[in-house]
């Protein structure tokens, strides 16, 4: 049995990957932090049969001792701060999570097993104010964000382990990817679940930043695949995974309130404060190295992913 280490289980990300890597019977290992409160919504329904370990990434020793318990040949780094907006206000804190948190789980493992085969989170944030369209792993960064700049040196210090240390470190440079599960603090959750209070009467408006910036949007749960298959390869190596689809916010609010029969117009509402100091305009991935490597592609379309997010938050607030 193959034992897997997951940091950030607890998320979006992390929760699929974890169901993914049960139906391939591993043994899942995750890492959580030590908090007052615990936050396992997610993964409710997996905690009999997952193993939880107290670590956190700005603490070198508990990185060292959970990967020493979990004995994992797999190691998926998918914890950070990961919310764009809060990068600016937190910018510090957002540099030690993502950018030395990684330095800190690839210091631990070349330190106690360099065979562990080892997956970076990067993100299509790094392209930023891109150089050309679409992106590929050729395309130069250019990072408008703190996110997105600690984003860059967690990329770069993977791909500097794997030269410097012949160790297996993969970065997939995950292009945005949604799902029922995505916090509500994601404009994509904030416009699921404001349509969906809307249409249940719970709400009256719906409050949004930028309608036009432009995404390349798909489904969480096809895009943890693409980084399981990423560590079964002979050689490591980098990856772009996206739909090579772009759609505005604005697109997706439209939709949105069409799968409830609405008119979006009458309830969004443009707020100033939400728009960001430096804008990415528009993302689009060109992800054909991954379709033809790894024989990945994405199954769920752009409109059934908005489909499936507004009922889900319907069905949610229902129940509650």
Same mark, same amino acid.
């Given at each position: 049995?193959? =034992? ?34 615990? %936050?396992?919504? #997610?993964?409710? =329904? ?8 107290? $670590? ?23 914890? $950070? ?26 210091? *631990? ?7 562990? #085969?080892? +997956? ?21 960064? +250019? ?9 860059? /040196? ?6 500097? /382990? ?19 599960? #995505? ?19 719970? @709400? ?5 930043? %930028? ?7 798909? +489904? ?15 050689? @490591? ?9 772009? =759609? ?29 100091? @430096? ?32 009922? *889900? ?8």
């Amino acid at each position: 049995m193959k =034992h897997a280490l997951i940091t950030g289980i607890t998320g979006q990300d992390g929760s699929y990957l974890a169901e993914f890597l049960l139906s391939k019977g591993y043994k899942v290992f995750g890492t959580v932090r030590r908090s007052s409160s615990e %936050n396992f919504e #997610r993964i409710e =329904h997996l905690r009999t049969k997952l193993h939880l370990l107290q $670590a956190d990434l700005l603490d070198q020793l508990s990185l060292i001792e959970a990967i020493k318990e979990a004995e994992p040949q797999e190691i998926y780094n998918l914890a $950070a701060q990961s919310f764009v907006p809060t990068s600016w206000s937190q910018p510090s804190l957002t540099g030690e999570f993502t950018a030395i948190g990684v330095t800190k789980m690839l210091e *631990a493992i070349k330190l106690v097993n360099r065979k562990i #085969r080892f +997956y970076q989170a990067s993100s299509s944030e790094m392209f930023g104010k891109v150089r050309e369209t679409p992106q590929n792993e050729l395309t130069p960064f +250019y990072p408008r964000s703190p996110y997105g700049v600690a984003k860059v /040196y967690g990329h770069y210090i993977t791909v500097n /382990y794997r030269e410097s240390y012949d160790m297996y470190c993969v970065s997939g440079i995950l292009f945005n990817h949604e799902s029922p599960r #995505r916090g509500k603090e994601f404009v994509t959750r904030r416009i699921s679940d404001g349509v969906a209070r809307i249409k249940l009467g719970m @709400a009256k408006e719906l409050r949004l930043g %930028n309608l036009d910036a432009k995404r390349d949007w798909g +489904y969480a749960g096809d895009f943890i695949k693409a980084m399981w298959v990423m560590l079964q390869q002979p050689e @490591a190596d980098d990856f772009v995974i996206a739909t090579g689809e772009t =759609h505005s916010v604005r697109e997706f609010v439209k939709l949105a309130f069409k799968h409830v029969e609405l008119d979006w117009k009458k309830y969004v509402v443009i707020d100033k404060t939400l728009f960001r100091p @430096a804008e990415v305009h528009v993302l689009c991935g060109d992800a054909s190295k991954a379709r033809k490597k790894l024989r990945w592609k994405p199954n769920v379309s752009f409109s059934d992913l908005v489909a499936m997010m507004v009922d *889900a938050d319907i069905k949610k607030l229902s129940r509650d």
